[in-house]
């Protein structure tokens, strides 16, 4: 079955340095998203992305972080300048739109450590 | 803004059926959802129901819906040490909109 996949798994990386999180989402699918869930609290939404535009955007989702489908397969978050509190796990999900519902399809996360 | 609640832990016995409940506040939720996350990895879709639906049934699990209020439940039948995980409930009030999740509950199942 096809799936979402993440890169790296874990990402390690110091305050105010940018980083980039990598998602290669199913490959028939067109919306894209990225969720965050820190530790001990609920998943939530950051950013969706349809027809190389953002779509949708929660108040998370501020001039730090951006998103980009730099080719045909990837699908990229990247913070700018981190802060302690982006500390979490970052899904990357995925759906598409042959009619009816498609529900997304998340990947395995990656978990970044801002020290 | 819209909420889904859900208890935080349940603990059964191999064998028994497991229960887990979810309450939502969003009048307009248009499809609900139910995702399992086993250690270490992502979010497992399980199964979705759409709003129009009472009930859904798919091999050892059974989702129901109570839209007047506003409650969704997943049972599993049968309940196997490998249905150890958390399970999150989530939202949505269309196609290809975000989701809202609760903070999911963890089953834990004993043998």
């Known amino acids: 079955e096809p799936e979402v996949t993440q890169t790296p798994s874990h990402q390690v990386t110091q305050m105010g340095q940018e980083v980039i999180l990598r998602c290669v989402p199913i490959?028939?699918?067109?919306?894209f998203y990225w969720y965050r869930q820190i530790l001990g609290q609920k998943v939530e939404f950051l950013v969706s992305?349809?027809?190389?535009?953002?779509?949708?955007k929660s108040e998370i989702f501020d001039d730090q972080f951006s998103v980009e489908r730099p080719d045909g397969s990837n699908f990229t978050l990247k913070i700018r300048s981190t802060k302690l509190e982006d500390s979490a796990m970052y899904f990357c999900?995925?759906?598409?739109?042959?009619?009816?519902?498609?529900?997304?399809?998340f990947g395995d996360g990656t978990r970044l450590s801002i020290l | 803004g819209e909420d889904v609640e859900q208890s935080l832990f349940l603990s059964v016995r191999e064998g028994d059926s497991s229960v887990i409940n979810c309450t939502y506040t969003d009048s307009s939720s248009t499809y609900l959802y139910w995702y399992k996350q086993e250690p270490g990895a992502g979010l497992q879709l399980l199964t979705y129901i759409f709003s129009n639906m009472d009930m859904k049934q798919d091999q050892r699990l059974t989702v129901l819906l109570n839209k007047k209020d506003k409650h969704l439940s997943l049972r599993i039948a049968d309940t196997q040490t490998g249905d150890s995980a958390i399970y999150f409930c989530?939202?949505?009030?269309?196609?290809?909109?975000?989701?809202?999740f609760g903070k999911g509950t963890r089953l834990s199942v004993i043998a």
């Open positions: 999900a995925s759906s598409g739109i042959d009619g009816g519902n498609q529900p997304q399809h």
């Open positions: 989530a939202e949505s009030s269309g196609r290809n909109t975000p989701l809202v």
């Open positions: 992305f349809y027809n190389n535009e953002i779509s949708e």
């Open positions: 490959s028939n699918h067109l919306y």
